[in-house]
């Protein structure tokens, strides 16, 4: 079964500081991997979309890392702010045909001054 | 703006009641998705539609259903609402399995 975890669930840390958000994955055979930002009652919006070759993206603040060897990848963002408290959600999209998104549950973090 | 437009915004009803959600795509999009978003839990996959024929479907209740109209736009239909049903619905299109572009959600409250 397709399978998406995320850690850690939620996270606090604050304005200025690093962190890292992990995603690991059981999705076979795999297309490419997403992350979504999702402000509070807020449709997710995309922040990165990585593909089997790519190990490393950054887009600003935010840089995502791919290992398909460990089925693992990662989102640092830099310099927090407080508008990056938000949901982050990872998505591993497949091949296989019917529903090819598969989707993590997220992590929730929170900016504070 | 991701371009895909959801109706209503805001949905107060009660249980038994029908409701319709309504998503208009961005321009071009063949494909729909709909997505059911609980307090504090992560987006649960509905349905996908493309080009007017269902391709994929998730966790959709028997009560529920779905189209997608020649104009692509879709609409999502809850039936015998119960209290559980209410939450946060997000539609998405895309070309094919590329971006999802969400719409801003339509809140469902069930009394």
């Known amino acids: 079964k397709n399978q998406v975890e995320q850690s850690p669930q939620s996270l606090i840390i604050l304005e200025g500081k690093n962190c890292t958000l992990q995603?690991?994955?059981?999705?076979?055979?795999?297309?490419?991997l997403r992350w979504y930002k999702q402000d509070t009652g807020r449709g997710p919006v995309s922040l990165t979309i990585?593909?089997?070759?790519?190990n490393t993206k950054s887009n600003g603040r935010y840089t995502a890392t791919l290992d398909a060897d460990t089925k693992q990848s990662s989102l640092h963002i830099t310099a927090s702010q407080l508008s990056d408290s938000a949901s982050y959600i990872c998505v591993v999209i497949s091949n296989n045909a019917g529903n090819m998104l598969t989707f993590g549950g997220g992590t929730r973090l929170m900016v504070k001054p | 703006d991701s371009g895909v437009t959801q109706t209503p915004k805001h949905l107060i009803t009660a249980t038994g009641q029908r409701v319709t959600l309504r998503c208009s795509p961005r321009s071009g999009d063949l494909s729909v998705y709909w997505y059911q978003q609980s307090l504090d839990q992560g987006l649960q996959f509905l349905i996908q539609?493309?080009?007017?024929?269902?391709?994929a479907k998730g966790n959709i209740l028997e009560r529920f259903s779905a189209q997608q109209f020649p104009d692509l736009h879709s609409e999502l239909n809850l039936s015998s609402l119960e209290l559980g049903d209410s939450a946060l619905y997000f539609c998405?299109?895309?070309?094919?399995?590329?971006?999802?572009?969400f719409g801003e959600g339509s809140r469902l409250t069930v009394l």
């Open positions: 998405a299109s895309s070309v094919e399995y590329e971006e999802l572009f």
């Open positions: 995603c690991n994955y059981t999705v076979s055979p795999f297309s490419n």
């Open positions: 539609y493309y080009n007017g024929e269902e391709r």
């Open positions: 990585m593909t089997f070759s790519e």
